[in-house]
């Protein structure tokens, strides 16, 4: 019996059924193409997410974020899938508060427990004025590459006509109709798929470096934090 391939779209803006939440569906529907792939979406839009505080819980106890919102079960899903497709607004050059705000609340995911390491994960921007793009991917690409995740794919769409020189003013379906932005979103949506089951079977083979080998971004074993979280966990 195959194994279905989970696809999770996160929506990193603050308006719910705007351009990037179609944008990100767009390219899920696109993922969901691909036979045996299950596909997600959640939008952050109407989440409460608090930013971390940097109080070190999560690093001295070894244990996920004490602070109790949306973001716990949202990063519980992230470390689930076999690839991500992050999406964002461009915001003054990059992405906006929501999206930074749920990834600085998973230290300990990537810290400790190498969860997110090999996802498969594309990324994709949505803009006003045609200028911002660049940064916004690059923003979310350093993010995942940061936790060891693996980047496959980019898209960008605009949603206005001043991006395209003319009198600003919203297009009538907003990054729908940019249809050669559209086909770059929804070609990271194939492309995530398309790794993620590659490497999914490559998992399940065994291919790879050795659970002992695998390390974390501070240069820590990912199986010695484990023992060492056990062994704490034991012990309280």
Not at 8 to 31: M, P, Y
Request: aromatic letters at 8%; a neutral charge; charged letters at 25%.
């Amino acid at each position: 019996m195959k194994k279905t391939t989970k696809i999770l779209g996160i929506s990193g803006t603050n308006i719910k059924d705007g351009n990037c939440d179609k944008a990100v569906q767009a390219a899920l529907e696109s993922a969901a193409q691909m036979a045996d792939i299950e596909t997600e979406f959640i939008t952050l839009a109407d989440k409460k997410i608090m930013s971390c505080k940097h109080c070190q819980y999560c690093i001295e106890n070894m244990v996920p974020c004490k602070f109790e919102d949306d973001a716990n079960g949202i990063i519980d899903k992230m470390a689930e899938a076999d690839g991500m497709i992050w999406g964002a607004p461009v915001w003054t050059h990059t992405i906006p508060p929501q999206l930074i705000k749920l990834t600085s609340r998973a230290r300990y995911q990537v810290f400790f427990t190498g969860d997110f390491r090999n996802i498969v994960f594309g990324t994709m921007t949505v803009c006003w004025f045609g200028v911002g793009e660049e940064f916004a991917l690059m923003t979310m690409e350093a993010i995942g590459i940061n936790w060891m995740m693996i980047p496959v794919g980019r898209g960008w769409a605009k949603i206005s006509e001043a991006a395209y020189g003319k009198r600003p003013a919203y297009m009538e379906h907003g990054a729908l109709d940019d249809s050669a932005g559209m086909l770059r979103i929804r070609l990271v949506g194939t492309r995530v798929a398309e790794i993620a089951k590659k490497m999914k079977y490559a998992n399940e083979a065994k291919i790879g470096l050795p659970p002992e080998e695998e390390r974390s971004i501070t240069c820590g074993k990912f199986p010695l934090w484990s023992l060492r979280r056990k062994i704490a966990q034991e012990s309280a």
